[in-house]
């Protein structure tokens, strides 16, 4: 349920209850504007944006007596320490107290845990969720995709110039308009070139010689692999999106690194380091983690088990590290960059900047 259903259902729960209990203070047809809604008044309180890591719910707490019934006074209180991005939603009980809890007050409570409620489900249901934890010891910055919600979309880019080329972070960023942007894959700091394959929007843009596939098909089916061999060339033909990265830390469940079988010789690479990877849980949820930390790998890969993770691959990370979600520069890199992983919550959001994702329109893969 996004912020348009839930203030859309929660007025219509108002003006239902306000109806029955009142019939003839109101009328669902009239053409007049409603000046008082029961149960709740949503105000987002800035504009179309999100509230970045947080969200508050506006209650009352301290209540009036006057001689035409009660007034509310509205307080913001924090919710949750475990903060999810959602919009910041304010029940406005003034409206309550007038119309509905006058003749009922011992249904006060209830109506706050009933708005309460529904608000919390709505944020739980959200297709992305973002927030801070920490798991096996690291500090950590985490989203969670849902790829059951058929809105989800998860595509990559590359720099505006192609191949051999860099651009900045927030450039990237603004030029395709996602809610969530993540490092992608290696790249050469010198040449400026990718050193896995990537396939976006069903298009080969790259191919690269080594690393586990991060591979999503246009239903949101997700497989950590390897390329097919068809007719002794390689085949990604099936997926929409590839990014090869890697070493693999969770394999089936169980956390390991062997960097050495799957290519992996950089030192920069198996020495401690700021980091970010992805993983892929058991309810099918698509889980994006970073930190700011410098770890290992083999702790990498404990960090994703313990997040629920039954398979998961490294990302790029030390100084391409990037995160990005809603708004919020939630980690820069210190050097432009070549790649992003990109998640879209809406498809028409997707479609629309989906032109921009790389710089000329390769082959099929395969």
């Known amino acids: 349920m996004d912020r348009r259903d839930l203030r859309q259902h929660l007025h219509a729960v108002g003006l ?8 003839s203070n109101l009328s669902l047809n009239s053409a007049e504007p ?10 987002y309180g800035h504009g179309d944006d999100y509230t970045p890591l947080g969200y508050t719910i506006g209650i009352s707490s301290r209540f009036h007596r006057g001689r035409r019934g009660l007034e509310a ?21 003034s409206v309550v107290a007038k119309y509905l809890l006058m003749p009922f007050p011992y249904l006060r409570r209830l109506a706050t845990v009933f708005g309460f409620a529904i608000v919390c489900h709505a944020a739980m249901a959200a297709p992305l969720r973002s927030y801070r934890t920490v798991a096996a010891g690291v500090p ?26 860099a651009e900045g972070f927030g450039s990237m960023v603004r030029r395709t308009h996602p809610a969530f942007a993540v490092t992608g894959t290696y790249f050469d700091p010198k040449t400026r070139v990718v ?4 396939v976006v929007d069903g298009q080969l843009v790259h191919h690269g010689g080594y690393g586990t596939g991060l591979c999503l098909t246009d239903d949101n089916r997700c497989e950590f692999g390897g390329p097919y061999i068809r007719n002794g060339r390689v085949y990604w033909g099936d997926y929409d999106f590839v990014c090869c990265s890697g070493p693999r830390l969770v394999r089936s469940g169980r956390a390991g690194v062997n960097a050495g079988r799957e290519g992996f010789h950089d030192h920069q690479l198996l020495s401690p380091a700021t980091r970010a990877a992805v993983g892929l849980t058991s309810d099918n949820r698509l889980v994006f983690a970073a930190t700011r930390d410098k770890i290992s790998l083999p702790r ?6 313990a997040l629920g993770c039954r398979n998961a691959i490294e990302l790029d990370g ?3 590290l990037a995160f990005y979600y809603r708004g919020s520069y939630l980690i820069t890199p210190r050097r432009p960059l070549t790649n992003l992983i990109l998640v879209y919550d809406r498809q028409k959001q997707y479609a629309r900047f989906r032109r921009r994702l790389t710089h000329h329109v390769g082959q099929r893969p395969g």
């Not at 990498?300 to 088990?305: F, L, P, S, T």
């Open 16 to 23: 239902i209850l306000h109806k029955a209990l009142y019939p």
């Open 34 to 43: 409603v000046q008082h809604i029961p149960l709740c008044l949503i105000d």
């Open 73 to 93: 006074e509205e307080n913001r209180l924090p919710v949750a320490n475990r903060k999810l991005a959602t919009p910041s939603v304010s029940l406005q009980p």
């Open 140 to 165: 950590l910055m985490v989203v969670a995709v849902d790829l059951n919600d058929q809105h989800v979309r998860v595509t990559g880019m590359t720099a505006a110039g192609g191949s051999g080329s």
């Open 195 to 198: 050193l896995g394959s990537l």
């Open 300 to 305: 990498m890969a404990m960090v994703m088990k």
């Open 318 to 320: 030390g100084a391409s």
